[in-house]
């Protein structure tokens, strides 16, 4: 299922076919990608694809997709959109690039994609939270126009810094 299309990218959703599958075992066993995310994940491929597909399924505007390079190559990673835990209605924009595709603004355009996305279908507000060391991830919250809020340990019970954008006036 396609979400949307940029100039380069095209974000769709993550499938359990083999190579979808090998290209997510291969992006979360980097440990220069999970050094940020606290760790690899703890189940398999095919059960963040089912994971990811539920959190769609519970709002349209939600998810998490896999970034598509339009002019071919692997799928770059995955950008999201998904409740933060133990948020009040509060969302996450985030991604998770293949060392592979670092450096080539994806994260920044697809990001920017779907948030503005979101925004069109009613979000007030989206937020991000990055390891404070993360420079490639903090450049691309100032990318994107995100307001910083300083650290905190509200949603992962770690220390990040967090970022909020909200959506422009009418």
Partial sequence: MELL???????????????DLA???DLYSREEVTCWLG????VPPAELVARWELVHRLDARHGC??????????VAGTLLLK??????GEVEVG?????????AGYATEAAHAVVDRAFTEGLAEVY??????NTRSLAVCARLGMAPLGRTRRWYGTEVEAFRLSAPEE
């Fill in 5 to 19: 299309c940029t100039d380069r990218l095209r974000l769709r959703a993550w499938t359990t076919d083999a190579v």
């Fill in 128 to 133: 991000a939270v990055v390891r404070p060391d």
């Fill in 39 to 42: 760790g690899p994940p703890t």
């Fill in 95 to 103: 991604w998770h690039l293949h060392p592979d595709s670092w450096g």
């Fill in 65 to 74: 997709w896999a970034i598509e390079p339009r002019d071919g190559g692997p």
């Fill in 83 to 88: 409740p933060l835990p133990n948020g009040v």
């Fill in 23 to 25: 290209r997510l075992a």
